[in-house]
Structure formats: structure tokens, C-alpha cells
């Protein structure tokens, strides 16, 4: 009797670089740029090393003038780590790796790929909240292009995002089990903010920019926390550059918040699974100078409840299952 193949999973998030240092934000920032950003923006190309250097040097300014570090890598190892013993306690007639990889840093997705064992299923999972030409699509992107090469010998199963109802379901239960012993947070003198990444609404090419999935996923959430808090709004950690962007921005919710005369403010970054500069660093910098307590609530990192979901999804991969838009959770790329 032959061995059964070792199933492997792939953690995918944008590899956001852990130091301040010029140059890993300058490979990141070119990267994104050359990678994500051109495909939906028509940037001339000569622009794009003045653009990277400028993106570069502000990361590097930002990061080093308020001593921050992004966790997210060592969060990233941390949720494989866990999901391995999640997967090993579901499936324990099953070999599981985890393995985690990046879009836009090193080990990079498809590098993770072509490295694995012909023969052995592969289930890419992208770690972000919402299924977007900026997220899950990039991943799927990949494993075609790798499949056209003929560079995989085996199928690749990318997976889409969390059904919607499941990941508020989580979220809710996230933020309420992090202020369960702090009463204080919670009750009618108490306003939750949520926040997410902003996305421009008017791009220059047709794409899908997640901004229906993510109002859907705030709006389940929304629905779950709305008793327990005395308002519960949101607002969106946005650029200013390329188009018309996301409103409300998160500093117009605060100055709100504010004008409502909250004494306290819950702010929860709901948009992303990891937290990262966007998530923690600007979120800081979104409640300092207001006259009200503050209490962050980090993102879903390591959750014990976010690495069943994960399971469950990967083990139900060859059943149907959908997303909340009707579309195919689970793309497999044929080799």
C-alpha cells in the first residue's frame, strides 16, 4: 500500500517588510508597484522608480519617527503554526505542512510552489478579509501562471475568502471574548469604530476592488456588536492619490465620534486577519488627539476560532461551497 501524499497549505499575505529599513521598504514599494498597482492604474513607466523611492522614504519616516515594527510576518508564522495543529487535530489521518509565502517579498508564492513535492496537494490560502483584484486575485494569478508554464506538476487549490457570516461570526466573538473582562469598554457611553482598508471607487479600469464584500462583512459584523455597544460605525484607512476614495475616512468617523460626545472608543481594524502598519501604526495615529479613552482591539492574528474557520474551509474544499456573491470559493488550477 502506497503512502498517502502530504497535504500542504500555503499562508499568503503581501510580506510587508518587519524593519524601517530604506531598502526593504524600497523592494516592497517597487514590488506592489510593479505587481499590483500597474495592473490597475496606467502609471508610465518612468514614473515608477521616482514613485517607489517617494513611498519608500515615507515608510521609512513614518516607521522610524514613531519606533513601530510591523508584527506581521512573525504573525504570519504564528497562524501557520497554529493552523498546522488545527489541521493535524481535525485531519489525524492526514500529513499536513504549513508553509507560508508573500506576494511581494521573499519567499514569494510561486517560489513556495515550485518548491513543493510533485504530487502532493497543494491549498493556497490567502490571508485577507475580503476576495478583491488586490487580494485572493494575485494568488490565483500566480497558480495559473505557474500552471501555463507547466511549473506545477500536481493541481493547486487557491481558496477564496471566508464565507461572510462565518468571518463576522468570528469577529464578533474575537472582540467580545478581548472585552470580556473589561466591562468598562462596552455598554451605551461606549461607540466601537471598525476600520478597514479604503479602496479607490471610481479606478480606471474594470475591477473588482472588494468594496461589496468588505460592506457586507462590516454590515454581518455590525448586526452581532451593534447591542453591546452604544453606536457602532466605521471609517476607512485611505491613500490620496489615484481617484475618488472611500468614505467615510477613518478621521472624519473620529471627529463624529467626537461630535457625539462618546467618552470611550473601541477601535477594531475588522479589514484585515494579521495586524500590520495599516492596521496598528495608522490606527494609533487615527485616535491620538481626541478627547476620549481609546482601546484597541488587535486583529484576528492567531485566533483559535479564526483557525478552525481556516480548517473547516480546507477540509471542505472538495464539497460545494460558496462565497456570499454566489461566486466559487475554491479555484483549482489544473496542472
Known amino acids: 500500500m502506497s503512502a498517502q501524499p502530504t497535504r500542504h497549505v500555503v499562508l499568503v499575505t503581501y510580506g510587508e517588510p518587519t524593519r524601517s529599513a530604506f531598502v526593504d521598504q524600497l523592494v516592497y514599494s517597487w514590488r ?3 505587481g499590483l498597482t500597474r495592473t490597475v492604474a496606467p502609471i508610465p513607466l518612468p514614473l515608477l522608480p521616482l514613485i517607489a523611492v517617494a513611498r519608500a522614504r515615507h515608510r521609512t519616516r513614518l516607521w522610524g519617527r514613531h519606533a513601530y515594527q510591523s508584527p506581521l510576518e512573525p504573525l504570519t508564522v504564528g497562524q501557520g503554526r497554529a493552523l498546522k495543529t488545527a489541521l493535524t487535530a481535525a485531519g489525524p489521518s492526514e500529513t499536513w505542512q504549513v508553509h507560508v509565502a508573500y506576494e511581494f517579498r521573499r ?3 510561486d517560489e ?3 518548491a513543493l513535492p510533485a504530487g502532493d496537494p497543494v491549498y493556497v490560502v490567502p490571508m485577507y478579509a475580503a476576495d478583491s483584484s488586490f487580494t485572493h486575485a494575485l494568488s490565483r494569478g500566480t497558480a495559473a501562471s505557474l500552471a501555463r508554464q507547466s511549473a506545477r506538476k500536481h493541481p493547486v487549490a487557491v481558496l477564496g475568502a471566508l464565507d461572510v457570516d462565518v468571518l463576522a461570526d468570528v469577529s464578533a466573538r474575537h472582540v467580545l471574548d478581548r472585552l470580556s473582562v473589561e466591562p468598562q469598554w462596552r455598554g451605551e457611553r461606549t461607540a466601537l469604530v471598525l476600520a478597514a482598508h479604503g479602496t479607490v471607487t471610481n479606478p480606471s479600469r474594470p475591477i473588482d476592488t472588494g468594496l461589496a464584500a468588505t460592506d457586507a462583512l462590516r454590515n454581518a459584523i455590525v448586526a452581532r456588536l451593534s447591542p453591546h455597544f452604544g453606536a457602532v460605525t466605521h471609517g476607512w484607512l485611505n491613500h ?6 472611500t468614505e467615510p475616512a477613518i478621521e472624519d468617523t473620529m471627529k463624529d465620534v467626537v461630535a457625539r460626545g462618546y467618552s470611550r472608543v473601541v477601535y477594531y ?3 484585515f486577519l494579521a495586524d500590520n502598519a495599516e492596521s496598528e501604526l495608522e490606527g494609533r495615529l487615527a485616535l491620538a ?6 482601546r484597541y482591539v488587535a486583529c484576528l492574528n492567531d485566533s483559535p476560532h479564526l483557525m478552525e474557520a481556516v480548517v473547516r474551509q480546507i477540509l471542505e474544499h472538495g464539497a460545494p461551497f460558496r462565497r456570499s456573491d454566489g461566486q466559487p470559493a475554491a479555484v483549482s488550477v489544473p496542472a
Open 112 to 114: 513556495v510552489l515550485k
Open 269 to 271: 481594524p475588522y479589514g
Open 289 to 294: 488627539g481626541h478627547p476620549f479613552e481609546s
Open 107 to 109: 519567499p514569494l508564492l
Open 32 to 34: 506592489i508597484l510593479v
Open 240 to 245: 490620496t492619490r489615484g481617484g475618488r476614495w
